[in-house]
């Protein structure tokens, strides 16, 4: 744009101070992170080592008697699945029969401290039966023996579609070049990468604090399979408290279910 064109404009083009900056460089500004509330617990995600296995068996007794420990949680115990897009609820938060994926998440601790949960994580015994790993687009389709998910018209297929619109013939027989051969487009996203993060509390309990990139998503997602960690004679009427430290999407906290359990 010509310089004397910007003369009239208010943002474009100026020399502008970000409005947090002084907070950010002095240390001033607040993160997730740094907010804490009175009881709040530790928890870690132990992970699956396998691209693809089953689930034989997950023994907690272990875990679940090590000091500082307060709960332990496995896929059994949060069975109600859930998925961003309406057609793919297929999501679990802990697996319950079958990991698809390294890092895929197995079983959860919470612990008085951040080092007493991760020492736990090493007394979960796992048993898996290893599973022939899918490596490519081409490979799944070529395995229709070996099914990711169990859904699904064939295969490793999630759905198929079929967009025909005009004379489609006339029109390769028309263009001046026809090629044909495999694109792939790789995902992006409609906001930033930057991770927002939320901290929710119940009736001022804090019950967890995490980041995540999508926490309206998130919201709903735990929602499905939040569990109450008080008493079952407690009145039903629960406060939420949801704080987003940086992001201002409101949070769709629909009950799915719940389970009231003792710690």
């Known amino acids: 744009m010509p310089e004397e064109n910007r003369q ?15 907070a950010k460089v002095t240390g001033q500004t607040v993160f997730a992170d740094d907010l804490v509330l009175p009881r ?14 089953r689930i034989r068996s997950i023994d907690v007794s272990r875990a679940a008697a090590h000091p500082g420990v307060l709960a332990t949680l496995v896929g059994s115990e ?37 080092e007493t949960a991760e020492a736990a994580l090493a007394l979960i015994d796992v048993d898996y039966e290893v599973l022939p790993a899918v490596m490519s687009i081409d490979e799944a389709l070529a395995r229709e023996d070996m099914r990711i998910h169990d859904y699904g018209p064939h295969g490793n297929v999630h759905k198929e579609v079929s967009f025909d619109f005009g004379q489609v013939e006339d029109g390769f027989a028309e263009a001046d070049h026809v090629r044909e051969d495999t694109f792939f487009f790789e995902g ?22 995490t980041k995540w990139r999508v926490p309206s998503d998130l919201g709903g997602m735990s ?32 009950w799915k279910s719940v389970r009231y359990r003792r710690l």
């Open 40 to 53: 709040m617990a530790f928890a870690r995600l132990l992970r699956s080592p396998h691209p693809h296995a």
């Open 188 to 209: 992006n996203s409609g906001t930033s990468d930057a991770p927002a993060a939320y901290l929710l509390a119940l009736n001022g309990l804090c019950m967890s604090k």
């Open 8 to 22: 009239d404009l208010t943002v474009i083009g100026q020399p502008l101070v970000k409005v947090d900056a002084a």
């Open 223 to 254: 929602a499905k399979n939040i569990y109450l960690d008080i008493n079952p004679g407690s009145p039903s009427d629960l406060t939420l408290d949801v704080t987003f430290p940086s992001s201002q999407i409101p949070v769709d906290l629909s």
């Open 78 to 114: 949060l069975p109600i699945p859930f998925g961003i897009l309406p057609v793919s609820q297929d999501e679990h938060a802990l697996c319950l029969d079958k990991v698809r994926f390294v890092g895929d998440p197995v079983a959860a601790v919470a612990a008085l401290d951040e």
